[in-house]
């Protein structure tokens, strides 16, 4: 370490903090998005007005309950289920053929002085193909439930949602982030709505931990492929 120059000391340097810069951000996953962040119910309402004078009926507007009210989520606060049933599916295929041949022949007297030309002197072609093809495919899948609050009322009866669940295991945590755009209309009696009816979906689906880490390359990899893609 004596013979390092400064200049090769500071290349080295500058190496090693950007391969552990880039295996720490590999390692913490997505953090909280912004808006993710559960969304409280508002606070009660102040003390209903003084009530007035009986006069002889049996309604009473501060303490009336409908019977037959919906139940389902309006409010912001309000809880929503999410059934995850997302799949997505692509497949693309591409082929591409070209070829062109030609074939010239000139035909010459057998006499002095062209009998002197070699054989196959006076022909000529030539010949040219091209064969190409791609294909890709792709496919996604995820399901399960995540329970989201109401994080805006907006016109129309669409409500603004938000949430995300984190589940810690043994060898690591899972972490699933949604937001979205869903109608009153679309609700269930139970306040849960397949995810194919948010409009405006951002899904986050990620994990860390001893498996996540095994199944992608190591930092240093990542590191030289970023440096030399070739």
Do not use: H
Not at 70 to 93: F, H, M, N, W, Y
Not at 114 to 133: C, H, N
């Amino acid at each position: 370490m004596s013979d390092l120059r400064p200049r090769d000391a500071f290349t080295l340097a500058a190496i090693l903090t950007l391969a552990f810069s880039v295996n720490g951000c590999a390692e913490e996953g997505f953090g909280r998005a912004p808006g993710i962040a559960a969304t409280l119910p508002l606070p009660p309402p102040g003390p209903p007005p003084a009530a007035p004078p009986a006069n002889g009926s049996l309604y009473n507007a501060a303490s009336f309950n409908s019977l037959a009210g919906d139940r389902r989520a309006r409010r912001v606060g309000d809880l929503v289920t999410i059934l995850l049933v997302e799949r997505t599916q692509a497949r693309k295929s591409a082929t591409a053929n070209s070829g062109r041949d030609s074939n010239t022949a000139l035909s010459l007297p057998d006499a002095l002085p062209f009998s002197l030309l070699a054989k196959g002197l006076t022909s000529g072609g030539s010949k040219q193909s091209f064969k190409g093809a791609r294909t890709a495919a792709q496919d996604n899948q995820l399901s399960g439930e995540l329970t989201v609050t109401v994080a805006q009322v907006l016109p129309g009866g669409v409500l603004k949602v938000a949430g995300e669940k984190r589940l810690t295991l043994n060898r690591g945590e899972e972490q699933v982030q949604l937001t979205g755009l869903v109608r009153i209309d679309d609700l269930r009696p139970d306040n849960s709505v397949a995810s194919t009816r948010v409009a405006d979906a951002r899904i986050r689906y990620s994990g860390t931990g001893q498996i996540a880490d095994q199944s992608r390359q190591g930092w240093l990899s990542r590191f030289f492929a970023k440096v030399a893609p070739l």
